[in-house]
DNA sequence: TGCGCAATTTAGATCGTTCTAAATAGAGGA
DNA sequence: TCCTCTATTTAGAACGATCTAAATTGCGCA
């Protein structure tokens, strides 16, 4: 039933060559005669020989395999990210091993052991909430390259591909502000990760630049019911702003739906922006404004960066933002009252 | 910089035993004695040892490593496929090599090939439209265990994961009769793949089953902007259908998008359903009537059928069929007229 | 004390590839 | 013809685990 295995010995015996001969036939050195490379070629064309990447690694050391962990596999700003890893490896031949931390760093450590196990080359993390900021420097002692990605720990330690989400909240409220709004809220989240942070910071900066009101900050769980339930608390703020900023598309749809639940009408009587612009902000009802970050180039990014850390690995350390733009639709409007 | 990594032997060393002893440790297995385990899991632990998986399947043909393949990672149908696989393989500690075919035949067998190389245990896919038929005949004989889902070639020959569509677009369709609806129109999709064949055989069953009339076929791009587009087509039908089924709720999506800006509103105008019950189904405006497919349990059963065939290779071809649930939200409503 | 038997442990070959160092072939020059 | 290069090719030892078959240990009992 299960044939054995055509190996280069194989490819070499038929050929009448050495099996080191097939070898660097293989690896396309071009130490071998024109002549012999044709034959070899056609032997292992005509054996269906497949190349045995864990047997090469044993000797070489590269697996041709690295690892990418995200935290979750729900949110589609994660999934595009991955699109952009997948096929930015996959142009380079290399192969992407997949894991979901769920934003628990213990299972995230589980994870990292077996990628060790596995022999990858290198790993782009997004790092699970309460992820030990000693990880870097913990996983370099491995002699495991490390990019960052979306979110980070540590100083600054390791590359690092994300979006400018300083940048994007002050657009958004920038946005609003010349809309007419004066009073702003930020729907926010729980989990305290640097990209929460980096939010924040850009909720602040933008409220002082602008001089708008900040209307107050209301946290919720990261999903869209848990957006839709803080609805209420929104409406509840003595300084009933007029317009909510939201940590993600994800919230801002949930919001949208919790307010009109409460008999108020998103983009009428309270305006909302998200921010990451999903494709999702393209179809709810009104459409929702929403500052696109692409995640699908910061993941091409993330590659790109791990690829190059991958050929110079005592290179410096590098970050590469990508930045954000407005799409205005209709959920952002101003209407006095 | 790089340290030399422990191996079997830098830890047999420390604990005074021999190699083959402390593998047998590694794979827990019974024959060793008690005093002995300790010891030498206490110096693994002591010498942080990492077993290379790699070099272990060098020898013993198991990778603990299988492959993904879907045609695409856009449609969040695809991605929560991948979490149920994901997470039902990490809790049997085995790790996915993702890949995206991007829907292309030839890319798809590229992926393949490189899989092989990487030595995974088996594939779980779902193929590329236009995929050949004998693609599982030809990885049988590479002994390349195959799971299909979702989509599926060839003549039942291997194990299959997916979701009863036909049963899905008979509850929806009874649905709109029951609700009112006589002239049912489908907006389809030009892909001609078997997830493509079921819903039509759904659909011309239940237009029979019903007595409704079929108000005509439109096919679309499968993006929301493809459904948006065809709004127009549909609304030209003489037929003037009162509902249209869509092949997925991306379509709907869009297709309540379009009917939108073309005047005319969705849930009140004119029925819309989905099929897969997405996430976005509870984002969109009016709510969006679908029926549940629970793709991340396809994938769990996906994954479970494929650990089944890597411990019983001989079994008997098993088909998993998820059942589906009908979700009646705002916009299957019926209004005479 | 010596033997049989089960419980542990182990030496050494092996998986498929790459690497090192050296061998061989072929071409041109003296 | 013989020698020196350069261009190709190769034998054999790695890589880190597992497997096979055999060796060792220890215990109970005659």
């Not at 979110?151 to 979006?163: F, I, L, M, P, S």
Request: charged share 25%; glycine share 8%.
């Amino acid at each position: 039933m299960k044939q054995t295995k055509v190996t280069l010995g194989d490819v070499a015996r038929v050929a009448g060559v050495s099996r080191a001969t097939v070898s660097l036939v293989v690896r396309k050195s071009p130490l071998v005669a024109d002549r012999t490379r044709e034959k070899v070629e056609q032997v292992m064309a005509d054996l269906d020989y497949v190349r045995d990447i864990g047997a090469a690694r044993l000797r070489n050391n590269s697996s041709r395999t690295i690892g990418v962990i995200v935290p979750n596999l729900v949110n589609s700003f994660f999934t595009e990210f991955l699109s952009g890893v997948e096929q930015m490896m996959g142009d380079d031949d290399r192969v992407v091993l997949l894991a979901n931390s769920h934003d628990d760093p213990v299972r995230q450590s589980q994870i990292l052991q077996r990628f060790r196990g596995h022999g990858v080359d290198g790993v782009i993390l997004c790092p699970a909430e309460g992820t030990d900021p000693e990880l870097p420097l913990r996983m370099q002692q491995w002699g495991l390259p490390l990019v960052q990605s979306l979110r980070e720990v540590g100083d600054k330690v390791t590359d690092y591909a994300g979006a400018d989400y300083i940048k994007g909240v002050q657009l958004a409220v920038r946005h609003l502000v010349e809309s007419g709004h004066r009073r702003i809220a930020f729907l926010s989240v729980f989990a305290r990760t640097s990209a929460w942070a980096e939010r924040m910071e850009g909720f602040n900066r933008a409220i002082t630049e602008t001089g708008a009101e900040d209307a107050g900050i209301v946290e919720a769980e990261l999903s869209w019911e848990g957006a839709a339930r803080s609805a209420s608390e929104l409406l509840k703020l003595e300084t009933s702003p007029s317009a909510v900023l939201c940590f993600n598309d994800v919230l801002a749809a949930g919001l949208m739906l919790g307010l009109r639940r409460a008999g108020h009408e998103p983009g009428r009587d309270i305006a909302v922006v998200g921010l990451d612009d999903l494709p999702l902000a393209e179809l709810t009802y009104p459409l929702l404004t929403s500052v696109a970050m692409i995640p699908e180039e910061i993941g091409a990014a993330a590659a790109r960066l791990l690829a190059r850390r991958l050929l110079k690995p005592d290179a410096e350390v590098e970050r590469s933002i990508v930045a954000p733009s407005l799409m205005i639709r209709d959920s952002s409007a101003y209407h006095a009252g």
